[in-house]
Nanobody, 126 residues
Framework: VLLEESGGGSVQAGGSLRLACAAS??????????MGWFRQTPEMEREAVAL???????TYVDSVKGRFTISKDNDRKILSLQMDSLKPEDTAMYYC???????????????????WGQGTQVTVSE
């Protein structure tokens, strides 16, 4: 499975970016798996920013609630993360993740339970 992120870049605080992740997997499997966006910095372990279950349920880390929105297009097999009102503390490498198995729940999944993309850098300046 190949996951390819795009859309990262540099932006000033208050700005917006939209990340996209294209997946090389069948539509049937894609539509049934937990997917998410994670981020990591040299000072911080990888954290789950937003998770999307196959039934449409979403989970966001508290620091991005109301500012970020996760969504996916099952036909095009693209996972997106709309990031608005960006803050300098959002600066990180962002990774797309797709669960290796399961029927759509993200509960209890660990790092090794996901396929990972290579990451896309997001930098937010003051």
């Amino acid at each position: 499975v190949l996951l390819e992120e795009s859309g990262g870049g540099s932006v000033q605080a208050g700005g917006s970016l939209r990340l996209a992740c294209a997946a090389s997997i069948t539509r049937l499997v894609y539509s049934r798996r937990c997917m998410g966006w994670f981020r990591q910095t040299p000072e911080m372990e990888r954290e789950a920013v937003a998770l999307l279950e196959s039934d449409g349920g979403t989970t966001y880390v508290d620091s991005v609630k109301g500012r970020f929105t996760i969504s996916k297009d099952n036909d095009r097999k693209i996972l997106s993360l709309q990031m608005d009102s960006l803050k300098p503390e959002d600066t990180a490498m962002y990774y797309c993740a797709l669960a290796r198995y399961g029927e759509g729940s993200c509960r209890g999944l660990e790092r090794e339970d996901y396929y990972w993309g290579q990451g896309t850098q997001v930098t937010v300046s003051e």
